[in-house]
């Protein structure tokens, strides 16, 4: 009796209809959105509300994340491709050298995160800012990279968030002045399209441009931050710089003027980045009100830090100073311990293959990043990195290369010590223990045995490549 009741029961079986093995499996997967935001320096978060709340509260903070180099557009490369910039090669902002031409004459759009987690069977979008001068030279403005099955991304006017012109899926579409025009809130309108129109598990990744230059507010922020000023950090218009190379002992000292040309960047700033807050309040509803939020993982990161009055820069970035290659990392999601700081060093080489790990895609060889995913589960390898390799190219073009004093660098920063070898043959040595504002240049005074094993060390990241990469950066 029991024999002929298995026989009916499995010919039933083998006719209902087959399972869908990949549907089961996508449907268990995370959701990712990646948020970078272009100039913000670390330590500003507690002045945006959402972001404090739903990011900060809820998720694991980094307290020494880095950039691989502190401009845009090499640095959003290395976010792109999990390479250092002597790898992917778009070493500055502008053609020839660097920005979107550099990149897609490379053709290194063709393996980027957005193609890895396609691949692993997201629906992926790339929203706000691609990188510096998209389409460039190369491309025409309706011109999509491959990877990306929603695109929504500014071919002009990109950094007024008005007044500019949007490349929505190869689709031309002029913005005006409207208070609905402002970029942050059309992103975030789209971004909670996208989340609700997606069945299968999705990567998005939203690159808005605040708080960089001209840092334009939407309206209804105009007002903010009435009384803020720059933080008057003790290297804020740093009064000793006589042991410092060259191009900083150039620099005047501030007088008040540009002190309050400085607190005023610093106040329009803030008002823009309110935007960006009000878009990360959208994300986190609507992944809420879809029964999608406690399956996502949220990283929120900069491009690079900012100089506001520090170290005599009125302004900008591109130094190996803490301001300028330190950015926040914020990570929310399942399995991330709330309000939780994670002090390992880490580097914007690293979120790719991050992504890549929580969504089950396979990075190529060529990634030199390291995953942070042990690090946000609270479990930690035995060995982690001890080295970030920063590196500066000066642009070729005339007006880019105005816009930085510093000379092209290579430098190291350890848990202690952030060492730099400029082209001119100068040196700045910082044992960040003792010193953590870099207001004391060592290089001329340090034992030669600490600079040598640092020169060895910077040499050795510098001459990494791929998995080797992953190598170099535990040297001791």
């Known amino acids: 009796m029991l024999k002929g009741l298995c026989r009916v029961a499995c010919l039933l079986l083998l006719l209902l209809p087959a399972a869908e093995p990949m549907a089961a499996a996508s449907a268990s997967r995370p959701n990712v959105v990646l948020i970078a935001v272009d100039d913000l320096e670390a330590g500003a978060l507690p002045n945006f ?21 502190s401009w845009c557009c090499p ?11 002597h790898s992917h090669g778009v070493l500055t902002n502008t053609a020839p050298e660097g920005g979107f031409d550099r990149f897609h004459g490379q053709s290194l759009e063709r393996s980027t995160i957005g193609t890895w987690m396609r691949q692993a069977g997201y629906r992926t979008a790339l929203m706000g800012k691609f990188l510096n001068h998209y389409p460039g030279q190369s491309a025409d403005e309706a011109y999509v990279p491959p990877g990306w099955d929603e695109w929504a991304v500014p071919v002009r006017n990109l950094y007024e968030e008005y007044g500019y012109r949007l490349n929505e899926n190869g689709t031309l579409t002029d913005y005006g002045w409207a208070e609905d025009d402002y970029l942050s809130d059309v992103l975030a309108r789209k971004s909670r399209d996208f989340i609700i ?20 507010p939407a309206l209804r922020h105009a007002d903010a ?13 740093q009064a000793d710089v006589s042991l410092e190379p060259l191009w900083l002992r150039s620099l005047p000292v501030l007088g008040q003027p540009e002190i ?34 406690d399956d996502t993982y949220i990283i929120f990161t900069s491009d690079n830090g900012f100089h506001l009055g520090t170290h005599r820069l009125t302004q900008g970035k591109t130094t190996p100073f803490e301001e300028a290659i330190r950015i926040p990392l914020v990570v929310r999601g399942p399995g991330v311990t709330p309000g939780s ?20 895609a396979t990075p190529p060889a060529f990634a030199e990043g390291r995953s942070l995913v042990p690090l946000l589960r609270g479990r930690p390898p035995a060995r982690w990195r001890t080295n970030v390799l920063v590196e500066f190219t000066r642009p070729a073009n005339r007006a ?5 004093p510093v000379p092209a660098y290579q430098a190291l920063r350890t848990d202690r010590y952030t060492y730099v070898r400029y082209d001119t043959g100068e040196r700045q040595l910082y044992d960040l ?19 040598a094993d640092l020169d060895e060390r910077l040499a050795g990241m510098v001459a990494c490549s791929g998995a080797s990469c992953r190598e170099a950066d535990m040297r001791e």
């Open 225 to 237: 931050f009435p009384l803020a000023m720059a933080p008057r950090t003790p290297s804020f218009n």
């Open 197 to 216: 129109g997606s069945k299968e598990p999705f990567f998005l990744y939203l690159a808005p441009v605040a708080p960089h230059n001209p840092a334009n």
């Open 433 to 451: 223990q003792a010193d953590p504002y870099q207001l004391r240049n060592l290089a001329a005074e340090a034992d030669p045995a600490l600079l």
């Open 75 to 85: 640095s959003r490369a290395s976010i792109l491709r999990s390479q250092y910039v």
């Open 400 to 404: 880019s290369s105005r816009q930085t």
């Open 260 to 293: 309050d040309a400085i607190d005023e960047r610093h106040r329009a700033r803030l008002r823009a980045m309110l935007g960006v807050d009000d878009l990360v309040g959208t994300v986190v509803e609507t992944l809420r009100e879809t029964g999608r939020l």
């Open 341 to 360: 700081t994670i002090a390992q060093l880490g580097v914007t080489v690293d979120l790719a293959v991050t992504v890549a790990e929580l969504g089950g």
């Open 49 to 69: 509300p959402n972001i404090t709340q739903h990011l900060v509260r809820e998720g694991a903070s980094f307290d020494r994340f880095f950039v691989t180099n």
